[in-house]
Structure formats: C-alpha cells, structure tokens
T-cell receptor, first 113, second 113 residues
Framework: DQQVKQNSPSLSVQEGRISILNCDYTNSMFDYFLWYKKYPAEGPTFLISISSIKDKNEDGRFTVFLNKSAKHLSLHIVPSQPGDSAVYFCAASYVNAGNMLTFGGGTRLMVKP | KAGVTQTPRYLIKTRGQQVTLSCSPISGHRSVSWYQQTPGQGLQFLFEYFSETQRNKGNFPGRFSGRQFSNSRSEMNVSTLELGDSALYLC????????????FGPGTRLTVT
C-alpha cells in the first residue's frame, strides 16, 4: 500500500522553463511534507518543506504547493536549469511519527540546455 | 559544519554473514534515522534513534537492528544476510523533530552475494 505516490517516473523540460513535479498521498494523518533531490551515488539533499497549515512555501526558484482536500502536492522549479537534473522525491510525515519519512517513488527530471 | 558521514561506503558480503554499518550525524543533531533504498521498493524507513532510544521502527524483520551511542553516532546491524538485503543504506540526522528537515549521508552500498 503506497501511501505516497509520484505517478510520473520521468519528466523532461527545456532550460529556462518551469518544471512541475507532482505527488499524491493517501494517509490523511500526514501533516508535514518535504522534497528531496538525489544525484547518483549521493544521499538525498533537502530542498523545501511545507506543513499542513500552509498551502504554499517558496524558497528561491523552488515553490511547493499543498492541496489538502485533494491530498496532492507539487514542486515548481522556475526557471529550470541543467543542474536541476536529478531524481526528486517527495516525502511525508506526521507529528506522532517522529522523524519517520514515507517517500514516494521518485521522478527523474531532465533539464535540456 | 561537517555533514553526515557513513562508513564504509561500499561493502560486499556473502549470504548468511552479518554486517555493521556506521553513521556519524551532524554535530548537535540528536536524531538519527536509517533508510533502505532498493530499485524495487524505493526508499523505506528502517528505524530512528533519538537520545540513544529507538523512537520509531519500520516494517523490517528483526534481523535489522540498530543502536545509538551517547555521542549520537549510530550503527545498524543486519544479521544472516539475504540476497534481497543488497541495497543502498542511508543514514539521516536532524536536530530532533518532528518537523525538522533531515540531512542524509552518502549511503553505504551493500552487495550480498
């Protein structure tokens, strides 16, 4: 039972355009969401997070949107750069879970110059 | 500030053996979590230690165990290795939690033959 799903295994965008990565979840207890970026042979790198009391959080080129009624979140990267090419994971947690994160399967983003 | 370090980076073991992996968290971080990444199952939570106590445990058999020392360094042990234990084992640290982002180490690539 996958509680966090990233339905697009891959995404290709042109440099300078917007990248939109999507994530759906089923567990209504989740109240904290994070996005991580992963390069091969490295551990995931934290990008941005959002708690369930917000519907948007912005950090530079990265913005995360949360739609609780739809149990959906998305990561927008504007403008996309070739260095953004990596696998992106969304993750979810809830207050009684401590630091236990439930991860989606990942989306491979390719930004073409 | 130094990041999360994991040793060894690569390991080859034979089925039936046991293995111990080590993780040194970021200085000042008291929570250490362990994750297993495989192509088939993705990133899965193993367990979390906070102030030397296991705070959460994922859905893994008892062959997987861990501990945390007073300096917050952590080890995980896998006994009676099976071929399916071949994976990237990632350690993540955070100041406490919940709702703190976790910082991942580069991982230990374990191959069981």
């Amino acid at each position: 039972d996958q509680q966090v799903k990233q339905n697009s295994p891959s995404l290709s965008v042109q440099e300078g355009r917007i990248s939109i990565l999507n994530c759906d979840y089923t567990n209504s207890m989740f109240d904290y969401f994070l996005w991580y970026k992963k390069y091969p042979a490295e551990g995931p790198t934290f990008l941005i997070s959002i708690s369930s009391i917000k519907d948007k959080n912005e950090d530079g080129r990265f913005t995360v949107f949360l739609n609780k009624s739809a149990k959906h979140l998305s990561l927008h990267i504007v403008p996309s750069q070739p260095g953004d090419s990596a696998v992106y994971f969304c993750a979810a947690s809830y207050v009684n879970a401590g630091n236990m994160l439930t991860f989606g399967g990942g989306t491979r983003l390719m930004v073409k110059p | 500030k130094a990041g999360v370090t994991q040793t060894p980076r690569y390991l080859i073991k034979t089925r039936g053996q046991q293995v111990t992996l080590s993780c040194s968290p970021i200085s000042g971080h008291r929570s250490v979590s362990w994750y297993q990444q495989t192509p088939g199952q993705g990133l899965q939570f193993l367990f979390e230690y906070f102030s030397e106590t296991q705070r959460n445990k994922g859905n893994f058999p008892g062959r997987f165990s861990g501990r945390q020392f007073s300096n917050s360094r952590s080890e995980m042990n896998v006994s009676t290795l099976e071929l399916g234990d071949s994976a990237l084992y990632l350690c993540a640290s955070s100041p406490g939690g919940p709702f703190y982002e976790q910082y991942f180490g580069p991982g230990t690539r374990l191959t069981v033959t």
